[in-house]
């Protein structure tokens, strides 16, 4: 049976989806099954950031609506154990239940060890239809103040349905502005939310570069590496964490910073 994980966040366009789609290609790459689901339904991102949108010819509505075997609307990446359930494209939201979402899931956890759902910002039916099908869920929120404060809003709700875990991952962290004291560290953004932290990632240009091009956690980066900590967190049940401030500190930092400062 899939350890079924929603990956959600208060405020929207916090990185998600960018860390979702990651996370799917290290699990994989670590030789799990890994199933991606695409849960935020009239708005598909995932694919277009997996570089599979030309691929979709079966989507998520099409199986819930008989119109395909479930298996013909996965799409496998090539030469991996990753797989993708597109969102459906021309489907309004409400036509998806909580019931037909959780039946869908139902008919292929037992060919994965992790399904990963990406969820819509917010706290909207969209919302609970995703939470309610998972037993683990992950927090995304950037160290900003309006991204931290949804965040706890959603942490309550998300508390509310007895899940056996509720992990943070604070993402977009600048290294430099944590050590000038400018930005919140992952830590205190935990102590904060009280929600144990199981993953750091930093600001990196590769994750808008790479997600444009399809290609988003296929290419080594600062934050490639932070989310495959990520991966081995949740496979092995450690909060072991990426350090965001390498090569911000000590005096060649403290150059770096005050060369930066004047650009
Ligand atoms: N670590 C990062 N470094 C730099 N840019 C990032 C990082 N993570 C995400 N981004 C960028 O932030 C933007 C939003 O990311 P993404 O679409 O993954 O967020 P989201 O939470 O899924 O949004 P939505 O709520 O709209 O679904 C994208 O342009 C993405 O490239
Ligand atoms: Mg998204």
Known sequence: MARKIVVTSGKGGVGKTSVLA???ICLAAKGKNVLMIDGDVGLNNLDVVMGMESRVVFDMADAIDGKCHINQALLQEEGSSLYLLPSAHAYSSERITSASFRE????????FDFILIDCPAGIDGGFHRAVSCCDEALLVTTPHIPAIRDGDKVLAILRSYKLNSINLIVNRIRGDFVVSGKMMSGGEISNVLRCPLIGTVPEDDAVTVYSQLGRIGMNRSASRDA???IAGNIVDNTYRLYDVTKGHRGLIGKLK???TSRI
């Open 22 to 24: 990651s996370l799917g």
């Open 104 to 111: 869908l899931i139902g008919r292929i956890e037992n060919m």
């Open 227 to 229: 989310i495959d900590m």
């Open 257 to 259: 910073r005050l060369m």
